[in-house]
């Protein structure tokens, strides 16, 4: 990374291209580890994987099947811990008075932007400008609000308050587990009342919330890794029947683990 901007090769810079928008498509993405911005906002598709965005002090799931705008000059960074990854990247030049752009949106890619994503393959990485490239990606760019029917933003909240680090650690770690509240109060040598009350302050979610949604989020990266059967996932991650996970995650995602599952039709 150099001055925030996002390399496409030793020498070339991303808010350096002379182009009003720009294709970057990449096998088993490898992003910086540090958070950076740049002056370009971005469409993120993932077409394969999984990928975990990293802002606003929040980290938000993006499985495959999904993308997300990010506006101009937001700090923010990627991870990702899956074994095999296709992202496909949309860099553009953010000049519209329209309040969408100018807010991150999460949210599953109708098929006919899928198409257009991977049409747009052909101009991946190339920065010499084609008046054909342009009027294609700036009808992706003013369509977005209309495909985006609806945001789906699956984020786990990060707290700021330092006593609440090893309790999320450890939710994160043993997500699969029967979690005994009492002793994460225990361990973050807190009250239960009072590790209830600075949790709900921080996240804006209770502890017993936290954990069902750290629990459906990860389930989400098994369904879209096409190993497991919805039955498998629950049980991976600590649901006792299939018919509570699947009520758990309608409840919180407002859809069925099946619209998750890798390469759904």
């Not at 799931?61 to 937001?74: G, R």
Request: aromatic share 12%; with cysteine; charged share 25%.
């Amino acid at each position: 990374m150099k001055c925030g901007m996002i390399k496409i090769s030793p020498t070339v810079l991303v808010d350096q291209i002379p182009k009003s928008s720009f294709v970057w498509y990449e096998d088993d993405w490898v992003h910086e580890a540090d958070p950076h911005s740049h002056k370009r906002a971005q469409l993120v598709y993932v077409e394969e994987g999984f990928q975990y965005l990293h802002i606003d002090k929040k980290i938000i799931l993006l499985p495959q099947n999904h993308a997300a705008w990010i506006p101009s000059n937001l700090l923010h960074k990627t991870t990702t811990e899956a074994t095999s990854i296709r992202l496909m990247t949309l860099f553009f030049d953010v000049e519209e008075q329209d309040a969408f752009y100018d807010n991150i949106c999460i949210f599953t890619v109708p098929v006919v932007l899928k198409e257009m994503l991977k049409y747009a393959a052909k101009w991946s990485k190339k920065q010499e400008y084609s008046i054909e490239e342009e009027a294609f990606l700036l009808a992706i760019f003013r369509e977005l609000p209309n495909f985006v029917k609806h945001s789906l933003t699956l984020s786990i909240p990060v707290p700021e308050d330092s006593r609440l680090t090893v309790v999320c650690h450890y939710i994160n770690k043993h997500f699969c587990e029967d979690i005994n509240i009492i002793e994460l109060a225990e361990a973050a040598n807190l009250s239960l009342r009072t590790l209830e009350r600075i949790f709900k302050k921080e996240t804006g979610i209770t502890v017993l919330k936290y954990i069902q949604l750290v629990k459906i989020i990860k389930s989400i990266e098994y369904l879209g890794t096409g190993e497991y059967t919805i039955s498998e996932v629950a049980h991976k991650v600590g649901y006792k029947s299939l018919q509570a996970y699947s009520t758990s995650f309608y409840m919180l995602i407002k859809e069925r683990p099946t619209a998750f599952l890798k390469f759904r039709i």
